[in-house]
């Protein structure tokens, strides 16, 4: 992808920090094209004729990250879809595509690959809030959301992986001078008020 024509977002942050949250009402303002990783991945799950359903599946209830080839393939499809067919959302230009990658990457393989292959992005939005916080908001929404994950037992795997494999991709971003970290512990609201005026500061 040619990174002059789009521009591209990492959101970034513990398992229930509020990604999926933030992203909707960024879509809403600003145009973005919300790709969820996990979310191609639960969808790959479900198709029918899929191979890597039960692997899928297996590799979220543990916790564990996917192999990298498959969560790669599913953004790019999802990025070269959109842009084939765009969003006619204000913000969104022909000439320029917004994305917002949530939950992408989490392990520094990942990270590595898809800044060489696929592109670059601009920055990476951090939430970060306590493990009680996320523990809280992750058995509440587990009430209804059907998440094979959304249970004590996958829940605590998510935070070790998340700890021992996804913050070191967080901190190789925060070398470079780009990561821009929001605390995510405050209702909604009060979050996504820091979080417009970061990605207006930065979008121009
Ligand atoms: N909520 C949100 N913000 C709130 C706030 N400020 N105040 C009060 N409540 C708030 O929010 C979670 C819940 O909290 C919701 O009920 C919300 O209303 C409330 P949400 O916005 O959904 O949080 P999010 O950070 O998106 O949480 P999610 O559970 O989606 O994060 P994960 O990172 O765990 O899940 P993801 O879907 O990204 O990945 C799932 C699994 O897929 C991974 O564990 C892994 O196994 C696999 N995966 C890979 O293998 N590779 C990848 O690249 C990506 C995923
Ligand atoms: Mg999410």
Same mark, same amino acid.
């Given at each position: ?99 917002? =990658? !949530?939950?992408? @990457? ?6 590595? %690959?898809?800044?060489?292959? &696929?592109? /670059? ?60 970290? =929001? !605390?995510?512990? @405050? ?6 008020? %820091?979080?417009?005026?970061? &990605?207006? /500061?930065?979008?121009?």
């Amino acid at each position: 992808f040619d990174n002059e024509k789009i521009t591209v977002i990492f959101v970034l942050g513990g398992p229930g920090a509020g990604k999926g949250t933030q992203c909707d009402r960024l879509v809403k303002d600003y145009g973005f094209k919300h790709l969820s990783a996990g979310d191609l991945l639960r969808a790959e799950q479900t198709r029918s004729g899929s191979t890597y359903g039960a692997m899928i599946k297996e590799y979220i209830t543990e916790g564990k990250i996917v192999p990298m080839e498959v969560t790669i393939k599913l953004l790019e499809n999802a990025m070269r879809d959109t842009l084939a067919s765009p969003p006619s959302a204000p913000g969104w230009e022909s000439s320029h595509g917004r994305f917002l =990658i !949530d939950g992408f @990457p989490r392990k520094m393989d990942q990270a590595l %690959k898809f800044d060489q292959a &696929v592109c /670059q992005s601009s920055f990476v939005l951090f939430f970060a809030t306590t493990e009680a916080v996320m523990l809280e908001r992750l058995l509440e929404r587990g009430k209804t959301s059907g998440r094979d994950d959304d249970n004590r037992e996958s829940i605590t795997k998510r935070f070790r992986t998340f700890i021992e494999t996804s913050m070191p991709v967080v901190d190789y971003y925060r070398q470079r001078g780009n990561v821009v970290e =929001i !605390d995510s512990s @405050p209702p909604v609201d009060v979050v996504y008020d %820091k979080v417009r005026v970061e &990605v207006d /500061q930065r979008l121009g």
